[in-house]
Antibody
Framework: QVQLQESGPGLVKPSETLSLTCTVS????????WSWIRQPPGKGLDWIGY???????NYNPSLKSRATISVGTSKNQFSLELTSVTAADTAVYYC??????????????????WGKGTTVTVSS | DIVMTQSPLSLPVTPGEPASISCRSS???????????LDWYLQKPGKSPQVLIY???NRASGVPDRFSGSGSGTDFTLKISRVEAEDVGVYYC????????FGQGTKVEIK
């Protein structure tokens, strides 16, 4: 089964860019959908966005275009960049793979395999 | 934006007894294809979340059959037929019809 591991700086300064990478093992990154979700300390889950194998993306509108998810096929990795961070962006960040089901003539994607999460603190 | 509201926020349970969690959406989650665009997740203490149910009522691979999802329109329910000690944690519903939005979470703990 696919396994996911998040990596990146644990501390980011306010107004700077948060950059995280998710390394995929156990399967190829090609042909699947990949997602980022975060969880502020002591709070619930907050969906950030996803990227498809073809490169199409979908983001949480509340992030106001600050988030960018990209795929680096040469290293079986995908990444998250979040610009202009504030203390409100302090959270555990999870990467995940999306499972696919058939819904009539559509495909349906749900969050299937999660990484262990990485803590990012925004502070000067 | 679709708002998801769960109740109760805290649920003490007795092992062997049934339990249910309610999730309401601010808009219908019925897609034009006839399917309900709602998932359920469980986050066990200190762990990453795991999927339980997708498309409203489909159990994910490996999920025990004591878990079931039901509902229509804007009202949904996750039921545990007989709670086991390993079922403690925070349960989240999530709509996938317009972007994705999680409910606030329901913390299930043993009485």
């Amino acid at each position: 089964q696919v396994q996911l591991q998040e990596s990146g700086p644990g501390l980011v300064k306010p107004s700077e860019t948060l950059s995280l990478t998710c390394t995929v093992s156990g399967d190829s990154i090609n042909g699947y959908y990949w997602s980022w979700i975060r969880q502020p300390p002591g709070k619930g889950l907050d969906w950030i966005g996803y990227i498809s194998y073809s490169g199409s993306t979908n983001y949480n509108p509340s992030l106001k275009s600050r988030a960018t998810i990209s795929v680096g096929t040469s290293k079986n990795q995908f990444s998250l960049e979040l610009t202009s961070v504030t203390a409100a962006d302090t959270a555990v960040y999870y990467c995940a793979s999306l499972g696919r089901a058939v819904a009539g003539t559509y495909y349906y994607y749900y969050i299937d395999v999660w990484g262990k999460g990485t803590t990012v603190t925004v502070s000067s | 934006d679709i708002v998801m509201t769960q109740s109760p926020l805290s649920l003490p349970v007795t092992p062997g007894e049934p339990a249910s969690i309610s999730c309401r959406s601010s808009q219908s989650l019925l897609h034009t294809n006839g399917y309900i665009y709602l998932d359920w997740y469980l986050q066990k203490p200190g762990k990453s979340p795991q999927v339980l149910i997708y498309l409203g009522s489909n159990r994910a691979s490996g999920v025990p059959d004591r878990f079931s999802g039901s509902g229509s329109g804007t009202d949904f329910t996750l039921k545990i037929s007989r709670v086991e000690a390993e079922d403690v944690g925070v349960y989240y519903c999530m709509q996938t019809l317009q972007s994705r939005t999680f409910g606030q979470g329901t913390k299930v703990e043993i009485k």
